[in-house]
Nanobody, 119 residues
């Protein structure tokens, strides 16, 4: 079990950048995968990016590949999502999540942070 708190959401213009942070706390999460998800109004929650805590292996949704970068700071126990070249379709509530690498589902979730991209 881990606790997650997102921050950094806000309002940006099309083409702008924003950096989201997720503060992670818990017992041991070196064997965990950390993910970012988002949910836009009227749409299902979708996967954005993920990173394994120990090795830093990453994967991205095709819609954000090349624009977003996920990273983690082991010393500060944070996971970040750098978002560049933002588009209106990136508007959503962004959630940080965690799961054991071998687990099928993400069971630990933050409260979310709103990202709005204006045109």
């Amino acid at each position: 079990q881990v606790q997650l708190v997102e921050s950094g959401g806000g309002l940006v213009q099309t083409g702008g950048s924003l950096r989201l942070s997720c503060a992670v706390s818990g017992r041991t999460f070196s064997g965990y995968s950390m993910g970012w998800f988002r949910q836009a109004p009227g749409k299902e929650r979708e996967f954005v990016a993920a990173i394994t805590w120990s090795r830093g292996n990453t994967n991205y949704a095709g819609s954000v590949k090349g624009r977003f970068t996920i990273s983690r700071d082991n010393a500060k126990n944070t996971v970040s999502l750098q978002m560049n070249s933002l588009k209106p379709e990136d508007t959503a509530v962004y959630y940080c999540a965690a799961k054991p690498i071998a687990a099928k589902r993400y069971d630990d979730w933050g409260q979310g942070t709103q990202v709005t991209v204006s045109s």
